[in-house]
């Protein structure tokens, strides 16, 4: 029992370290334990304790990490979503989260804002191929194709 008394201990040792740094999700804390070879049962008891100490909550997780990506990083829903996803939040809590973001984010605003700053860089390249410069920028941040044409129908003011 002394060892695992110690290799709780470890355990939570490590999941705090990764907290210290940022939020995490349920998923990447219990990832990481797994990775560092701790076994399941020490995992879900650091996992549960850190639950009802409010370390751990994918709901704050998430609208934390979407508030990031839309200050920081801004992108279309659809990439947003996929972050999520990414950092094992579980699909109710990210759908969750992507509709409380679609009744106050306006991607098309977003989309051409992003446009607008990227064409000034651009000024001095031709316009096709600066059109196809902004086209590739928008579609990484994965806006939606018609949001795209939208944008670049405004700043090179021709019919999409």
Do not use: W
């Not at 106050?104 to 977003?110: A, G, L, M, S, V």
């Amino acid at each position: 029992m002394k060892t695992d008394a110690g290799e709780l201990r470890r355990a939570r040792q490590s999941a705090y370290g990764l907290l210290k740094y940022r939020e995490r999700s349920l998923k990447e804390i219990a990832d990481r334990l797994k990775e560092k070879g701790f076994s399941p049962d020490i995992c879900a008891n650091v996992i549960a304790e850190l639950q009802k100490l409010g370390y751990l909550d994918d709901v704050r997780f998430a609208n934390a990490l979407a508030q990031d990506i839309l200050k920081f990083n801004p992108a279309g829903v659809s990439f947003i979503r996929s972050k999520l996803y990414s950092k094992g939040v579980p699909a109710g809590v990210a759908d969750a989260v992507i509709s409380a973001i679609k009744e106050d984010y306006n991607e098309n605003e977003t989309a051409r804002r992003l446009a607008v700053m990227k064409a000034k860089r651009l000024e001095d390249i031709e316009p096709r191929k600066a059109k196809q410069r902004i086209y590739g920028f928008l579609t990484r941040r994965r806006f939606n194709h018609d949001i795209i044409l939208d944008a670049l129908s405004e700043i090179f003011k021709d019919d999409r």
